[in-house]
């Protein structure tokens, strides 16, 4: 089993900043690719960026410029550095990662973090 952990949300004014953590922890072989989602009151779930173990990334246009993810491959966490936040920013944000088990290949999900961004 493995478990997805985020942490570091929070409120913050537009323009600010903030650093969210996501720690997979359990029988972890190897971590492909991990991915941080958002999903906004009363809108779907959305990508809003990508990295894989290699270290490439990809970014949604929105956030591009402004927000950096990166991953420390020897604690299995994922950060997502968001700068000069925005109202429509807001959501909870969660953290999505492939993870082989050794055994196995499966997609798991974090419980989200909320952050809020106020004007």
């Known amino acids: 089993q493995v478990q997805l952990v985020e942490s570091g949300g929070g409120l913050v004014q537009a323009g600010g900043s903030l650093r969210l953590s996501c720690a997979a922890s359990?029988?972890?072989?190897?971590?492909?690719?991990m991915s941080w989602y958002r999903q906004a009151p009363g809108k779907q779930r959305e990508l809003v960026a990508t990295i894989i173990s290699g270290g490439s990334t990809n970014y949604a246009d929105p956030v591009k410029g402004r927000f950096i993810i990166s991953r420390d491959n020897a604690k299995n966490t994922m950060y997502l550095q968001m700068n000069s936040l925005k109202d429509e920013d807001t959501a909870v944000y969660y953290c999505y990662a492939n993870v082989h088990t050794g055994l196995r290949l499966a997609n798991y999900w974090g419980q989200g973090t909320q952050v809020t961004v106020s004007s």
């Open positions: 359990g029988t972890i072989f190897s971590i492909p690719s």
